[in-house]
């Protein structure tokens, strides 16, 4: 199994994951194929598929920002199962991290991560693959060391029409010895990483706002 990086839509393998996107995720999880053009170009974001022979069997995208001492995993896709996909993407994607840190002198605070609660997300399909399933997800994250931060999460869609999803909890997994996050820090850096889309629904704006006043937002298990 290879790990390689993706840097432009031109790349046919992106056409693969894309489509592998568009298998697995619900449609406001999915950015639109053309749009991924400037993201893709930018140094702080980082997208990689796992292939065996010519097919894409998992992709992982996470973004890294040396200025902050932070990283962010938007999505890992496991598109066959019984090989090791998730195993051999969150090595790999470690190792990147590592090898980032070191090569800009920083020791990462901790990983941002979005997860389904299952409870409020059973009727996605997911691809029909167990290892997409939002129980066995959240409790991959666990075992990980993410934490759920502790307010209730907006998150506007990625189809950019001002809709908010609220089925996820916004995680981190803290890489130095801490039990919270200022909520300042929280809310500027939802405004950066969503600062692509134009549309944002009243509710986000309303807990960017909310999390603007708090001084701690705790870390509570996932």
């Known amino acids: 199994m290879e790990y390689v990086q993706i840097t432009s839509i031109q790349d ?11 298998d697995v995720f619900p449609a406001e999880e999915v950015l639109e194929y053309a749009l991924w053009e400037g993201p893709l170009q930018d140094p702080t974001i980082r997208m990689f598929v796992a292939v ?13 920002y040396a200025d902050r001492k932070l990283s ?14 998730g195993p051999f993407l969150a090595k790999k994607r470690n190792e990147d991290l590592q090898q980032l840190s070191a090569e800009h002198g920083i020791d990462l605070k901790g990983v941002f991560a979005e997860i389904y609660d299952p409870y409020r997300a059973e009727r996605h399909e997911f691809g029909g693959l167990q290892a997409m399933n939002p129980f066995v997800r959240r409790e991959v994250l666990a075992h990980l060391g993410f934490k759920r931060l502790d307010f209730s999460y907006v998150h506007p869609s990625w189809t950019n029409e001002g809709n908010a999803v609220t089925e996820l909890d916004f995680c981190f997994l803290p890489l130095q010895e801490t ?20 549309e944002k629904p009243a509710d986000w704006h309303a807990m960017v706002k909310d999390l603007e006043s708090r001084d701690k937002v705790e870390l509570l298990p996932l």
Do not use: N
């Not at 046919?12 to 568009?22: C, N, S, V």
């Not at 962010?72 to 996909?85: A, H």
């Not at 039990?179 to 134009?198: H, N, P, R, V």
């Open 12 to 22: 046919p393998l992106f056409a693969k994951m894309h489509q592998l996107m568009q």
């Open 52 to 64: 065996e022979g010519d097919e894409v069997v998992g992709a992982t995208e996470y973004r890294f």
């Open 179 to 198: 039990t919270s996050l200022t909520g300042a820090e929280i809310a500027d850096f939802l405004k950066m990483y969503y600062a692509i889309l134009t």
């Open 72 to 85: 962010m995993t938007d999505f890992t896709l496991i598109g066959k199962e019984g090989i090791g996909v």
